[in-house]
T-cell receptor, first 115, second 113 residues
Framework: EAGVAQSPRYKIIEKRQSVAFWCNPI?????LYWYQQILGQGPKLLIQ????????DSQLPKDRFSAERLKGVDSTLKIQPAKLEDSAVYLC?????????????FGPGTRLTVT | GNSVTQMEGPVTLSEEAFLTINCTYT??????LFWYVQYPGEGLQLLLK?????DKGSNKGFEATYRKETTSFHLEKGSVQVSDSAVYFC????????????FGKGTKLTVNP
């Protein structure tokens, strides 16, 4: 079974530029998550989708971050404009459903450096 | 709010040494508890989990017991190998709502031959 795919793996941009990340979850997984992992910290949930609806975006900086999951499969996360403090690894994860017993499977992440 | 506190790293051990990584949590209700591992250059992988008090999760020689009375979920392994070198994250998942994962800051383990 193919895992969670993410691209690009690395991205370097200047502050105030825009950037987009792509995620393809495991086939059949209804729930998709985007996490931000700043160096030296644990991942922090940015947004959670159930199919193509948003379940939780309480920690998403909505003035600059946006995410969508069209057709309930692939998802994109966008930052516009980027700030220096956005430098982090952006992790995508998916699970079969939302719930305590459903395991989240993580992709390899996209490492963003903002200069 | 919900939070996870892990022991500060990095931790450096010799091969075959005993490993303990402490993890305590604060949560409302009865969370599920997890240990994730991140090997160099790879994504997070679930190592083990426990869903209720006194449950013991185990995998690859690692163990952790859900202790409600001390709100702890310490990770242990009797004899570490060089291949166990990685960053270990303790996490909880709450009931209800989005049931999102809340992670600790991670503990980097280096095992020397």
């Amino acid at each position: 079974e193919a895992g969670v795919a993410q691209s690009p793996r690395y991205k370097i941009i200047e502050k105030r530029q825009s950037v987009a990340f792509w995620c393809n979850p495991i086939s059949g997984h209804a729930t998709l998550y985007w996490y931000q992992q700043i160096l030296g910290q644990g991942p922090k949930l940015l947004i959670q989708f159930q199919n193509n609806g948003v379940v939780d975006d309480s920690q998403l900086p909505k003035d600059r971050f946006s995410a969508e999951r069209l057709k309930g499969v692939d998802s994109t996360l966008k930052i516009q404009p980027a700030k220096l403090e956005d430098s982090a690894v952006y992790l995508c994860a998916s699970s079969l459903m939302t719930g305590r017993t459903y395991e989240q499977y993580f992709g390899p992440g996209t490492r963003l450096t903002v200069t | 709010g919900n939070s996870v506190t892990q022991m500060e790293g990095p931790v450096t051990l010799s091969e075959e040494a005993f490993l303990t990584i402490n993890c305590t949590y604060t949560a409302t209700g009865y969370p599920s508890l997890f240990w994730y591992v991140q090997y160099p250059g790879e994504g997070l992988q679930l190592l083990l989990k426990a869903t209720k008090a006194d449950d013991k999760g185990s995998n690859k020689g690692f163990e952790a017991t859900y202790r409600k009375e001390t709100t702890s979920f310490h990770l242990e392994k009797g004899s570490v190998q060089v291949s166990d070198s990685a960053v270990y994250f303790c996490a909880l998942k709450t009931q209800g709502g989005s049931e999102k994962l809340v992670f600790g800051k991670g503990t980097k383990l280096t095992v020397n031959p």
